[in-house]
């Protein structure tokens, strides 16, 4: 077993001579604090040995201005500096240099045009369908750049109209703010403007719309009068037929009973035969009772036509009204179209103008990068706009490159190569029409 160290002894502390003597204060120089805020750490002393009162006196004097000055260095401190970056609020075109010749023909998927010439004619098809694939992107990536374009436009009106109060201090932003003011009265004013015509077409279409259901109650409770009339009608042309039905009948029978006994006594005339002469005496007498039958039926037919039809002419009325009236809506609809799509422009114009205004105030401020205090909060959701769109550039400019990244003499030969046997069967067509 190894025996442990040894603890080396300690060192010797000489005492110096001590002068008794009453002398003058000197001046001793402080402790240096620290400028972050975090006061300075006492390393830890070495114990001595004991040199008697005067010695504990001075150590004692000593801790005590280590204790002051570890008092002193908890003061408040100024806060810390923003060092992170700040966004620029619009694209960062040098972004774009980030595109390689690698990463373009990544995107537009060609493939390698280096293949014999036979099968030149597969990498043509791929080309012209990836062409057209990526044409078709293009349109969608241009659609999300908009959109993200438009976020940012928001919040960079956003931090303008949150800064007014702090840049309405500052002489640079005078004329800003003037053009910032102006612009969104110029826009309320259009705003109202619209929203006054829109107001009036509204109260008009209203007072049609009333007019239309007040009418509508009319015309339902003449509907159902002339429903009921006509039922009325229906019932009683019923019975009219059928008394009718049972004359034309016996009618019929007497028409026969004539032809026979004509048939019978020959041109010269003369009696009728006594069974067909009874025969015809009953017809006549049946034909003369249904005639009185029918005639109350006839009658109370026509009483039902006429109050079917006098039913019939309100409802008629009625919905020849509510026909006008929705004329008279769609005429005005059409009329005060195009008054609204203009105040509706200059309702888009006005807001688009107060924007860019907004927009030139924000990027002035941002542009300073700090003079103006600005919440990081919203520093930051700038900043992931600004991602956001750049992301969106870069693909539309990656696609874009993508559709020309192809090459063209490879292209050309598999056009040649596939259109060559088409070109083959048209020359031995033509040839045998000659010959």
Known sequence: MTEPRKSAPPASFEVPDLDLGVSPPVARPRAA?????????????????????????????????????????????????DTAPWPLGCSNQAKLGLLTPASIAERAGYGSPNLPFYLAPAYTWRVWTQRRSLAREIVTEQRALAARDAERDRLLVELALSLK???????????????????????????RALA??????GRELEGHDRELAR???????????????????????????????????????????TDKGRALVGPQ???????????????????????????????????????????????????HAMDAIRRQKQLLVQSTRQKVASESSQVEGAQAAHTEVAKRI?????????????????????????DRADAALLAIE??????????????????????????????????????
Do not use: C
């Open 165 to 191: 109060t702090t840049l309405e201090k500052q002489d640079r932003f005078r004329g800003l703010l003037g053009e910032l003011a102006a612009a969104a009265q110029a826009s309320e004013g259009h705003e």
């Open 33 to 81: 604090r620290s400028h972050s805020g975090a006061h300075a750490m006492r390393a830890p002393t070495k114990s001595a040995p004991d040199a008697g009162p005067y010695l504990g006196a001075s150590v004692s004097a000593l801790d005590a201005d280590f204790e002051l000055d570890e008092a002193m260095a908890l003061e408040a401190v100024a806060p810390s500096v």
């Open 269 to 319: 005339g003369g009696a009728l035969p006594p069974e067909l002469a009874q025969q015809l005496s009953e017809l006549n007498a049946a034909e003369a009772a249904l005639t009185r039958e029918l005639a109350p039926h006839s009658a109370a037919l026509a009483e039902a036509n006429a109050a079917l039809q006098a039913a019939e002419q309100p409802l008629a009325a009625t919905q």
């Open 215 to 257: 009418l509508e109650t009319e015309r339902s409770k003449q509907a159902e009068v002339v429903s009921a009339r006509q039922a009325e009608r229906d019932a009683k042309a019923t019975l009219h037929q059928r008394a009718s039905a049972k004359l034309k009948r016996v009618q019929i029978e007497i028409r026969n009973a």
């Open 362 to 386: 924000a990027l002035a401020v941002l542009d300073l990068k700090g003079s103006i205090p600005v919440d990081r909060a919203m520093l930051d959701r700038i900043q992931g706009a600004d």
């Open 398 to 435: 990656k696609s874009r490159l993508a559709l020309d990244a192809y090459d063209r003499n490879a292209y050309g030969l598999g056009l040649k190569v596939a259109l060559s046997p088409v070109a083959f069967l048209l020359a031995v067509i033509l040839l045998r029409a000659v010959l």
């Open 196 to 201: 006054n015509t829109n107001a009036a077409i």
